[in-house]
Each structure stands twice: as C-alpha cells, then as structure tokens.
C-alpha cells in the first residue's frame, strides 16, 4: 500500500508528498513561467542554437574524405532519379516539364546549409504538384506565387514555432490522405498512359470520363506504357535482391559486387527506361519522321535567370488579375500547401532519423528558404519526396552536402540535355509516376490498425474517402477533425473504479478512483457519477485523485458543489493523494472546512475516528 | 513500493494484475460493447424508466396537502414575478408586450408532467429574448415560428442524447457570455429609461447613440425610471433581512413573521413595482388626459386562439417569405437557441437540485415539447429563468406542479388585465429589467478564478469582450473553441517526471514518467524527450506507464519507433505497469522482441541482469 500521509487544507500550505510513484510535481514546466522565458532567452545566443538554426556549421567542421565521396555518390544517383521526377511532376502539376527541373537545384542548395536532416533532397514532390494543380490549375504565374507565399508561410511558421501543428495530423489521417493522393495522381496519369482525353476534377468523375473515351485510344501508347510499367517494377524487384544474406559469413566479395550492380539497376530504373524511351523516340522521329506514340515536345533549354515572382499577370481574356485578386484565387492553399509539404518532410525525416530527433521548427525555416529561393527560378511548390529520400538513404548519403552534387547535375541538364527529353514519350514518364505512386497507397496499414485500436479506423477511412470526393484540403481538415472529437471525448469521459474498502479501524468506505484530468468537459459527468455511486449508501466516500493530473476552474466549482452536497447530506467526502498544483486550484473555491485532503492511511482512521457525522450512526438526511 | 510483476509479451496474454491503485481497468464501460446495448435496452422498459421519462409518475403519487400548499403560495408568488418580467422581456425581443404573456402558461403545464427540475418555471427569460431579437429582428412570424423549430431541435437533441454538448461550455466561456448579456440587455433598455431614440446594433453603437441623443431626453421618463430602480435596489434588500438569526434560539414568532413579511416584499418587489406606476399612469391619463412619461399602450386582450406556428407570412414589401426562406433567414439561431436555453436552464437545476442529479435529456425533451406547445399560442421561445427560480425555491416549493397556478393566473391576466397593462410607463418595465438583470453580470467569479486558475480567465474575458462585440452566437462559439484548444494543448503536452534510479542489485536505470495518455497530438512529442532524457547516458531506461490510461494506433506506431531506435542504439528500453487495454495497442504494432514489459521489481533486476547489451558495457553506437 502506498504510504499516506494526511493533510487538512485548511491548516495551511502543503507538505511536499515524497511518494515518487503518486503525488510529486513534474519537473518539465509548460514554459510560461518567468524562469522558463529567462532561459529561453540565454539558449538563443548559444552554440548549440547556432548548430541548431545552421545545422552547416555542426557537420562542416567534421567533414571529411570519407564523407566527401559519400555525398558524391548519392548525390550522383539521386540527380538520376530527380530529372525524370521533375519532368513527370510537372505534368501533374498542369506545368511545362522545364518547371519541375527549375525547383531542383537551388533549393537543394540552400538545404545544404540549413536543412537538418542528410536524406531529404528539396525539389517538386508528387503530392505537392497535385496540390499545386489543384489550387493555381496550370497557371504558371499562380503557381509561382504560391511558391513564394507558401515559402513565406513555412519560415514564419518557423519562427513562430507553429510545427506543432502538424502533430494534429495523425497516423490514420496521414495514411487516408497519402493513400487517397496516390490514388489520384495514378488517376491524372491514366490520359497520359492511353494517350486519350480525360474530364473531370473529383476521382469519380476522372475515372467515368477515361471508360468513355477508352476507345479513343491509340494502340501504341498503351502497350509503351504498360511495357514500362511492368519492366519498372521488374527492376524493382531486382533491385531488392541480396546474396549471400542468409549465409553464415555474409556475402562474398562476388556476391557483393553482384547485389551492388542490382541495387544501382534499381534505384536508376527511372532514369534508364526515360533514356531508353527518349532514344526509342528519337529513334522513331529521325527514320519515320514521326512517332507511333506521344511525346513531350520541346522544352526551353537553359537555366532561368533569377527573377521576382510574379504578382500579377495578364488572363487569356487580356485583363490584368492584380496581387491581391490572386491571393484570393489561392486561397487557404497558401496554409495548406506549407502543412501538408511539412507534414511529408517530417515524415521522411522520422524514417531516417535513426533514432535521433527532428526539429520540426529548423525543418520548417529550411523549406521555408528553399522555397523562396525557388520562387526566383519560376519553380513551383516543393519539399522532400519519400522516393528520392529512400534512394538518397541507400547511395550511403554522410551530409546534406549531397545536394550540391544533384543540384549541379539538374544544372547540367536544364543547359544541355533539354533538347534530347522532347523525344521522351508521354507514356513512359506516365509509367514512372504510376510505378512509384503505388506503393504509396497504404493498405497495408489497416491490419495493424485493426489489431490495435479498430476506431482508429473510423478517421483513416474517412480521410481517405473524402480525400478523394471532396476537395484535399477539406478531406484531411474533416478527418483532422474527427480525430479531435476522439481526444475530447476522451476528456469528457473518464473512466472509474469503485471500491467498497475497510480502513484499518474496520469502518467502511467507498473509494472512487477517475483515471484522469478532471477539466471542464467532463466535471458534470464525474460529479453526477460520485454522487450516485454515493447516494446509494451512506458510508464515507473516498475520492482517490492520484491519476488527476490536471484541473482547471471549471473543475474547482464543481468539486465545491460536489464538497458542499455531500456536507448536506451529512455524508462524509474526503479527497486522497491529490497533487499540490491541482489542490491549489480546489482550495481556491472549495470552502475549506468541506474540502479534506489527506495522503495516508493512519489519517483517514483517525478522520473517519473524530467525524461527528459518523458517530451517532443515522441516515443520511438533506438539511432543513 | 507498489508489489511488480513481471510479464514478457512476447511470451504470450497478460496476467491480470493484481495492485488496483495501478494497472486494473476501469469497470465503466463507455457502452459502447454489446452487452451495454443489451442492459439499455432491458432499461427502457421498466418503471424507474417510467419515472424518468415522466417524472410526474415519481412524484404524484407520493402527493399530499404540505406539498399542495406549498406548491399553491410558490405558484402564485412566481406568477406576481412573471407577469411584470414577461411583459418587459418582449420589449427585449422587439416584440408587443402580450407575446411574453402568451409564452407564460401552456409551457408551465407542459413542465408539470415532463419536467425534473422542481423549480423551473417554463417561460420567456432574458437572454432568449435578446437571442429572439438578434435572430427574428422583431417580425413575430419568424419568432413564432423560431420557437417551433427550437423546440423540434430540443426534443430531437434530447432524444439523440445531445445533451452532453453543453459540458463543452466551460464555467468561465459561460460567465463571459452571461455577463454580456446581462450588459446588453440593460443597454437594450436604455432607451425607454430615457425615452430617446438609440440606433445601432452593437454594444459600442447603441452607447455611442445614447450618448448623441440623450439631449433629447424627457425629464420625467429618467427620473420615474432612476427611482424604481433606486425602490427595487432597496426592497431586494429589505427582502433579505432576517431578523433574530444571530441569536442562539433562533427568530422568535414575532421576529419571524416579520422576516416573512420582509422576504414577500422583496419577492413581489416588480409586481409591486409595477402596479403602483401602472395605476400612477392611470392617474395621470384620467385626470390630465396624458401622461408625461411614456405608457405601454393598449394590449390586445384575452387568451390566444391555439393555431399552426406560421409557415410563411407576408413581408412589408407585399412579397410572401415561404418556409424554406424563413429558416434561411433564422440560420443558425435555430440551433443557438436550444443549446443557450438548456445551458441556461441546467446551471439552474444544478443551482437547486440539492445534491441530487441532473438529467439533462429529460430536460431537453420538457423544453423541447413546451416550446413547441408554446408555438401554438404564438409565443417566442423560452425556458427556465434563474430570477423566477430564485423566487420559486425561496416560497418553499415542492413539486413542478406549482406551475399550474403560475399558469393560472398568467390566463387571469390575459383575460381580465390587459385593459390595465397599457397604463404601466415604459421606464417602469425598464427599471423592472435593469435592477435584475445587473446582478447577472458576474464580476465575482474574477477572483477566484484568478486565484484557482489564471489561464482560465482568457476564454472568460475573451467570451465577454466577443460577445459585446459580435453576434451572440459568434461570441460563445470562439470562447468554446479557445477553451477547446486548452484541452488539446493538454492532451499534446504531457509532463513528465524523470529519476536516476537504482535497481536492488546495484544496477542504475533511468525511470521516465509520462503523467497522462498517449493520444496522436502527443506521441512525437513523447518519442522525443524519452530520447533527449535517454541519449545523455547509456542507462537501461524504464518508461513508466501506471498514468497512461488510454492510447491509439499513432501512439503504437511511435513506441514501435522508440522500441526500434533503442535497439538499434544497443540501450534496454523497459515498459513497467502498462494497463492491458494499452499492452494490447502497443503488443499490436511493436516487435514482441523490442518491447518488454514488467509488473514488478525483482523481474526488473531480472531483466538487467541477463540484458547481454549491459554485459560488455560498450558505449552505445548507432548499428552499421
């Protein structure tokens, strides 16, 4: 039994409780206190603020050859891996393919000196081109705009430390929206596939348009594409072969070798099926003069020169659309947009973390830059892409120096090569979002989800439902609100144990133990449970609050109509082990004399001893 | 020390255990399994259902002659009350003085039957009325019919068991937004006080126009007006004096009938009021032939014809507003009404249930079916109002049958009085509503709540300031969502308690105590201080989790994480006191192998003991 000891509140101030386990105060203040702010000032001039808010001046003075090649290699191999992302992006984004590659290189670079986390590639990201889409719909200008504002946004979410917000979304929610945007960019890229006309904003609508119009489609395009698809996933698979693992003494020096050449056929297979497609198109272009299948068509070659966004520009109808109006056709995709590019980083960055932890506020400020900086280069929105993380992780990245080397190859190739992608065919590149995107749909989550807690499917299904009827931003706002209504009823309804107990001088009495912080959604409840698992005898009730953590004043009114009832029914009521930060809040408004606290055994005896309503033994009765 | 049990849960189901203080679960079930279902169904046919529904069953019975004549002298008390506050609260509603009369008696009967709460008699209250004029503007159709419609809603909410609702409404949201009420109401009142035109919607504007045209004041509408107030001020204290209640035995007859004499002119103190101005305002018509202060003026008289809520009418304009226009028009205040009038009336029942219980769906369903019996007599809606119950329990009340006379002898007046209602001054009701209405403003709840909880004084003062400066409802509803957010910050931000202990065979480990539940918001923040506190050392670390008593999938995936990481850093990671019904989410997403969970000290040493990681004491490194 846990060591009591008593204590009257009206007697004075509280002894400290010294039973760790129950009673004591937690050491981690919520930082509003005075002391809290004067230490939050000192740590801001600090070394380790400096590492924090640059984290280039932690690793650079370490680094080293080792690390050096590291970061070429995967950089190297991630730049394969961005320019035909970049390119096939930009199709979902509604966007030219030049401006995928123009969001690839310089925010990579500012990265390099404030991003926190090695395996994080900035650049356009599957998920935010759709939404890119979705808000500007194919509008270069907005689109650019909104890489400007949305960059602002995220860097004064930065500063103002805002990241938290973020942690509303949760894991349900985050795999139904994931899930539901795979979905829909698989969707944007069927018209592609089959080189048809497809209509339509919602999934539903898509899907009925490209049934009706199937038979427009040429042969070609669809047998290239699913060709592709097939030999992506193919080399996939070859990519994930290991020899040798299962062996004693690991893999030989062949068998090494060996799984390195698969695990580059693999992570490059992007890169490889676009040149091989562009040598098939050029191929075709150059003998027939003209191509079976579609293909992209010329891209302006050359690196763009740094200029502001645009914060106006010219309809097709020759009216001018003025700042303010486009801010107001962007609308809440300038919040929306920052979140959920936030919500993806941090992802990433969790999944590759090892073990270390993620500042989200340092995250935040670094696409915040990087986005700025883009918005100069006619890029839009971008972040950290899952695929380009998972094989910047594999090339065996040290820094976030990497990005240099990715950055400069996407350089190189916006100078040079922007002539060969015209004869990239639709189709393939079609093929390479499609074999991606897939594996971001998450179904496999619902088993564990199941397993663990089945209501948590309730907000997962729902987000994914109406991620892909209403509009995105709506469909997770709702299934983050759902969520929501979880942890507040969790607040209004604690739960309780009841227990009839002996003290150590045989007199009965009832303990009544809630599992948890009594704040105002659930005080009304809690007083009308006591008071009926009381009413129902007139023994002395216990209320044990050794698991009420946290109070407010809504609690403390009606704790002392709860006190003041049972002094009226002449039914004793005394309060055990309650802690010295929510015993402050009760005796604030609690009259003292019905309000009892104690913290041991011996006290309730002697309590229940001295009580003159427990002597002469009658029943309980409301006062005159 | 609490006794530990040790449990593996790789090695299959969970012990029960045994210390009820830690780890049991709670024997309330949210009712949510099947057997639940089954009990509520079971219940719902027996006569304590009966009783509940109807809780006339519950007390007819048991009817005697104490209780008729204490329920005949509380009726016809409170009906010398509503009759002068029913005729004024329609001037707060913008609508002719009868429609409060006429809202005064079929509800009370309803109330009879349907009613739990002894000291509610039903009828038009002051914030219902300022809530009617914000939403119907004056145009008695719509008010009408917004009395119907409420009632549908209450009835519906009551049957859905909505009524939990109200508990969102923190005890500081609802003294901001009843002391705004009570402010606006006075200021509402101004105008006849001073028999000045005020224009303006809000708080600021009608001051500001007060202000402009109090020159245009009459100097005798403010003087009768000021000195009512300046009676009623005085009788309200007369009324509470009580004479002999110092001495030992208590008043003596003499001292007590003067005591009841002192109370009854408190309590009649409007009717009083009320009838003296009205029979000076007689006076002043039948010996001058005018009156120099303003009168109410002629009143239709007799007892409505019951009809049909008016589903369409007739606008100034000659255009017909049909149904559908009519609740566009009224919006939101359809909703507003029900959930303001419960808060109202439930603040009430629980300011004189003495102790007993509150159930606020059968309070919903009595308002609900007395507002829609009142929309038949064309009365706007209503509900309980605390100065009627004030009076009401102070004449010594018994059952909900004192509503019956109340009825009564608001249909008297209906019939027989009205001739003589059109000679009471306007100033005089306006008095009548200030001298009550300032003693809602409740600038008394400011110290405690500062002194129990200072951070509740935000959505106290916040709500009061809204709520002056918005619509009523917009006002109310940021208190809530503010009040709200503390919730979440809570369930986001749990407090930890972190120990360097040691084990009983001399083995140091760190004890991490999280103090609440592991919800969504706050996984990632957890994960990331148990490895802050973790990292520092390469102590085995023990997480313990008696206070967490609720957790979800998010929260699983984030121990998996947390477990993972820990191995992967070669440090013991060790779960003690994990609730079952937590055990089972974690068990369903960790690997059984990272996750260990014990009940009991000695299993603990066990574990440190054989734990080969601790063997050759290396410093923890990352795995290749």
Chains 1, 2 share one sequence.
Not at 131 to 142: D, H, S, Y
Not at 164 to 177: C, E
Not at 230 to 247: A, V
Not at 571 to 596: D, G, R
Request: with cysteine; hydrophobic share 45%.
């Amino acid at each position: 039994m846990i060591p009591r000891r008593k204590h009257n509140v009206s007697s004075g101030s509280l002894p400290a409780p010294d039973d760790k386990h129950a009673s004591n105060d937690y050491i981690l203040s919520d930082g509003t206190n005075c002391e809290g702010w004067r230490t939050a000032l000192r740590r801001r001039f600090n070394r380790k603020t400096l590492n924090k808010r640059l984290p280039v001046t932690a690793w650079l003075p370490q680094y080293n050859m080792e690390k050096a090649v590291g970061d070429l290699i995967a950089g190297i191999t991630v730049g394969l891996t961005v320019i035909p992302q970049s390119l096939a992006y930009s199709n979902i984004a509604g966007l030219p393919p030049q401006y995928g590659l123009y969001g690839s290189f310089l925010g990579c670079f500012v990265y390099i000196v404030l991003g926190g986390c090695r395996a994080v590639p900035a650049g356009p990201t599957a998920i935010a081109s759709l939404l890119t889409w979705q808000i500007a719909n194919g509008v270069i200008e907005k689109a650019i705009l909104l890489t400007f504002l949305a960059g602002l946004v995220e860097l004064l979410m930065g500063v103002l430390g805002l990241g938290f917000l973020i942690n509303f979304v949760s894991g349900p929610v985050s795999s139904g929206f994931t899930s539901a945007v795979a979905l829909m960019i698989a969707t944007s890229q069927v018209k592609d596939l089959f080189a048809i006309t497809v209509t339509g904003n919602t999934f539903l609508q898509q899907w009925i348009s490209v049934f009706r119009n199937i038979h427009t489609a040429t042969l070609w395009d669809p047998v290239l594409g699913f060709a592709c698809i097939g030999l992506l996933l193919l080399m996939r698979k070859i990519g994930m072969i290991k020899l040798g693992t299962k062996s004693e003494d690991g893999p030989n020096t062949r068998q090494k070798a060996f799984n390195k050449c698969m695990w580059l056929l693999g992570t490059c297979r992007n890169a490889i099926v676009v040149v091989v497609g562009g040598v098939l198109g050029y191929w075709f272009v150059s003998t027939h003069g003209a191509s079976p299948v579609r293909l992209m068509g010329a891209i302006p070659s050359g690196v763009p020169v740094p200029q502001l966004p645009p914060f106006s520009y010219v309809r097709g109808d020759n009216t001018t659309v003025d700042f303010l109006d486009m801010v107001s056709e962007l609308g809440s995709g300038i919040l929306v947009i920052p979140l959920i590019v936030l919500l993806e980083d941090i992802a990433i960055c969790k999944a590759f973390s090892d073990g270390g932890t993620i500042d989200a506020t340092q995250e935040m400020i670094a696409l915040g830059v990087a986005n700025i900086a883009n918005s100069f280069m006619q890029a839009y929105p971008g972040g950290g892409s899952l695929a380009r993380s998972v094989v910047c992780n594999g090339s065996g990245v040290k820094t976030t120096f990497n990005g240099l080397y990715t950055g400069l190859m996407v350089i190189l190739a916006l100078q040079f090569f922007t002539q060969y992608f015209e004869f990239i065919p639709k189709a393939v590149l079609a093929a390479v979002i499609i074999s991606a995107i897939i594996f971001m749909v998450e179904y496999n989550v619902i088993k564990p989800m199941w397993r663990a807690k089945k209501l948590d499917l309730i907000p997962g299904v729902g987000t994914f439902v109406l991620c892909l009827t209403l509009p995105l931003e709506l469909g997770i706002l709702t299934g983050v609100v759902v969520n929501i209504i979880f942890i507040l009823y969790h607040a209004a309804r604690p739960k309780f144990s009841v227990e009839m107990l002996k003290s150590a001088s045989g007199v009965e009495y009832l303990m009544v133990t809630p599992d948890r912080c009594l704040m105002f959604p659930s005080v009304d409840y809690v007083r009308r449970l006591v008071t009926k698992f009381a009413s129902g005898s007139s023994v002395p009730v216990v209320l044990e609050c050794t698991h009420i953590y946290s109070a407010d004043y809504t609690a403390a009114k009606s704790i002392e109509q709860l006190t003041a009832d049972f002094h009226a029914r002449r039914q004793p009521l005394y309060f055990y082990n309650v802690k010295p930060s929510v015993c402050s809040i009760f005796e604030a408004v609690a009259k003292p004399e019905h309000f009892v606290v104690f913290y041991e055994d011996e006290e309730l005896d002697r309590l229940l001893a001295e009580d003159e309503r427990l002597q002469p033994r009658k029943t309980p009765a409301a006062e005159p």
